[in-house]
């Protein structure tokens, strides 16, 4: 058991327990297996650039695409309602381990809407619909 989930009183812990799997963890993964393609895509865009290759207007199309895909895995983080209280734990320490590294998700525009969603915004909505979905089953 996590350190952290241990110090959770019992009813908590038995709160956080799902028959389904939780969605988040899945959004997570898919947000670090698209980071990881993003920095991958700018560094093989840096290498065109660096020695002025022929291959540069694909890598950065390539770069734009893994840019636009990694946009559209943060959505999908923020807009992904933990089911389990593991889950919301885990949606916080990974947007803080994000934060940390210096990744800017808190400020992806969650909407092409003219009055913007920011990540942030969407996180916390995310959060309180899970602590508020699990509160009432307790």
């Known amino acids: 058991m996590l350190p952290a989930v241990a110090t959770l009183p019992?009813?908590?812990?038995?709160?956080?327990v799902s028959i389904e799997?939780?969605?988040i963890f899945a959004a997570i993964e898919h947000r670090r297996a698209s980071t990881a393609a993003h920095i991958v895509a700018l560094q093989d865009s840096a290498?065109?650039?660096k020695t002025n290759g022929a291959g540069l207007a694909e890598a950065k199309r390539r770069e734009r695409a893994a840019r636009n895909a990694d946009t559209e895995a943060i959505r999908r983080l923020f807009g992904t309602v933990p089911a389990t209280l593991l889950g919301v734990?885990?949606?916080v320490r990974y947007a803080a381990e994000c934060d940390a590294a210096?990744?800017?998700?808190w400020m992806v525009y969650m909407t092409d809407e003219d009055e913007p969603v920011?990540?942030?915004?969407?996180l916390f909505a995310s959060v309180i619909a899970a602590l508020e979905k699990l509160s009432a089953r307790a």
């Open 89 to 91: 734990l885990a949606l």
């Open 21 to 23: 799997p939780d969605p």
């Open 118 to 122: 920011y990540g942030y915004q969407a």
């Open 102 to 105: 210096g990744d800017d998700i």
């Open 47 to 49: 290498a065109e650039e």
């Open 10 to 16: 019992a009813e908590a812990r038995a709160a956080s």
